[in-house]
């Protein structure tokens, strides 16, 4: 669902409604939601505020950065940087949640690397030195992971306040970044209205399915798992964009699934009489 967010977004940005105005309209809908919600569950996630705010704030980052660097930078290079966010999952699993990094799931990430290199088309150019930009879809990139992981460590945290946190702290980042870039919001109709209603709605569906997902799962195979999004969107946008699926694509595409297969695959338990030789 989340690869296919690009069919809406080029849907209002061709009626003048993108970036941050977007972000700060849609969002600011859904926290009418959230904050009744997160406000009737706070002494269940009170213990665990700090996961809670850590979720606000990157997964609002998240949001804001991206949606900036894909508005103002060029959009293949942001997206290579952004997918690096799952060496930050595998590693943050590993240091912060002491999740085991297993030769299986270093393979699967590096086949998912490649899949997005070959997706993408790694060029001269998305090599060069590092702009704005690039250094927002860097961070955005880095805040999805610390995200996933606060959603992981929140056990106690009911998924409807995991789902629906983000919502404010993009809508508080959206107009933050409104009021900084001097982006104003376009005057809305009744038609307008309830195009952005339904993208709310949209959202609200995409966030709660990741939250369900990445709190039952371990954080290096959801940040595996998580790279279909990539496939979603480039596929999608060659299906009903301006260019063909080439060879590259249907590669990379491969690579990645096969990645999401094996991290996906429950890993065997030592047996018996491996565990007596190696005490």
């Not at 849907?11 to 409604?17: S, T, V």
């Not at 406000?39 to 665990?48: D, F, N, P």
């Not at 209603?197 to 966030?207: E, R």
């Not at 063909?244 to 065997?268: D, F, K, S, V, Y």
Request: with cysteine; aromatic share 10%; net charge positive.
């Amino acid at each position: 669902m989340w690869g296919l967010g690009w069919l809406p977004l080029q849907f209002f940005a061709a009626r003048g409604l993108a970036g941050m105005p977007l972000v700060l309209l849609t969002y600011s809908l859904l926290s009418l939601l959230a904050l009744p919600v997160l406000w009737q569950q706070r002494r269940q996630w009170a213990s665990q505020y700090r996961q809670v705010l850590t979720m606000g704030l990157c997964g609002g980052w998240a949001t804001a950065a991206l949606v900036t660097a894909l508005a103002e930078g060029n959009v293949v290079r942001v997206m290579l940087l952004f997918y690096l966010a799952p060496v930050w999952a595998m590693v943050g699993g590993w240091l912060l949640l002491g999740e085991r990094l297993s030769g299986t799931r270093l393979f699967a990430l590096g086949l998912a690397m490649l899949g997005i290199g070959l997706t993408l088309g790694v060029t001269s150019e998305a090599l060069a030195a590092p702009g704005a930009n690039d250094w927002l879809a860097l961070s955005a990139g880095l805040a999805f992971s610390l995200n996933n992981l606060a959603t992981r460590a929140a056990d106690r945290v009911p998924l409807a306040s995991k789902a629906l946190v983000s919502f404010v702290g993009s809508a508080l980042l959206g107009g933050l970044f409104c009021l900084l870039l001097r982006q104003p919001l376009p005057p809305l109709d009744l038609t307008l209205s309830w195009q952005i209603a339904l993208l709310a709605l949209g959202w609200l569906v995409s966030m709660a399915a990741v939250q369900y997902g990445l709190t039952h799962l371990e954080a290096g195979r959801a940040a595996v798992l998580v790279v279909f999004e990539l496939i979603a969107a480039v596929l999608s946008s060659a299906w009903f964009g301006s260019h063909a699926i080439g060879p590259n694509e249907w590669l990379g595409a491969a690579l990645i699934t096969t990645a999401a297969l094996i991290a996906g695959w429950p890993e065997r338990p030592l047996s018996i009489a491996t565990r007596s030789t190696c005490a």
